[in-house]
């Protein structure tokens, strides 16, 4: 599918009264995001910013981008009903420039071919400020045999490792595949996730081999280093 029939296609999908996804942020989002310092963040295929929204009303300036206009317009309503103020850019994801470095990059959900993909994690870290993060949740591989929803083609999903691998030195706070459950009418079932968090600490050009940490030298196998990752893909 090129670019304008996949744009086209999400805002034929958005094109209704009713939010497609929760006006509630990701869980995931919600789990791992909710105790980091506030500051400037992009969210990277936003959708109807149900997150963008959420991490505003936490105090993040953030910028929301996705290609859907459709979209987009929801999430103006959306933070318009909370009072809150972001910045809304049409654009593709694999070819957006932020004017600046970012503090926090969020990708949620955004289905790209591998290409596409790698190219969006490499940029997404390319943008962090020092100390900056960026953080992952989309549809496992694994999910398409044996979790619930999602895309049928592996194609578009996820896993921990070509995540890591894309996201290349950063420090890794979470990577793991993650249960998500999904409530049906059958009853609940449950969906995996690719989540992976990684951090840019911050390094002196001056620093030989140490790294320094809110102004904490650690080593360089890295004490601030908490991986609970747990690759079930
Ligand atoms: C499954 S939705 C997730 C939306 C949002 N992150 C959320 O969790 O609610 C995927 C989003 O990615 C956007 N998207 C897909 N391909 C894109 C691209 N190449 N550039 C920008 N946005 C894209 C779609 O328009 C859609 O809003």
Redesign the pocket.
């Known amino acids: 599918m090129n670019?304008t029939s996949?744009?086209d296609k999400?805002?034929r999908r958005?094109s209704t009264d009713d939010y497609?996804?929760?006006r509630g942020a990701?869980q995931f989002v919600e789990t791992y995001l909710a105790d980091l310092e506030p500051g400037s963040a992009i969210?990277?295929?936003?959708?109807?910013?149900?997150?963008a929204v959420w991490l505003a009303g936490r105090g993040w300036r953030v910028t929301a981008?996705?290609?859907?206009s459709v979209?987009l317009e929801k999430g103006a309503r959306l933070a318009a009903d909370e009072e809150l103020d972001i910045s809304f850019v049409e654009?593709?994801?694999?070819t957006?420039e932020p004017v600046e470095l970012v503090d926090l990059v969020?990708?949620?959900?955004?289905?790209?071919d591998e290409e596409?993909r790698l190219t969006?994690l490499r940029r997404a870290r390319s943008w962090l400020a020092p100390g900056g993060t960026v953080f992952v949740?989309a549809h496992d591989r694994s999910n398409v045999t044996r979790g619930y929803g999602g895309p049928p083609s592996p194609d578009v999903c996820y896993t921990v490792d070509e995540t890591l691998d894309a996201l290349g030195d950063l420090d890794v706070v979470v990577a793991r595949v993650a249960e998500r459950i999904v409530t049906t009418e059958t009853g609940d079932r449950i969906a995996l996730d690719t989540v992976v968090m990684a951090s840019r600490l911050a390094r002196p050009a001056s620093a030989e081999g140490g790294l320094v940490l809110n102004g904490d030298a650690v080593d360089d196998e890295g004490d601030h280093r908490t991986d609970d990752r747990t690759d079930e893909s």
């Open positions: 670019d996949a744009r999400w805002n958005y497609v996804w929760n990701n969210d990277l295929g936003a959708g109807e910013g149900r997150n981008v996705d290609f859907s979209g654009a593709d994801a694999t957006y969020i990708i949620v959900y955004l289905q790209l596409g969006a949740v």
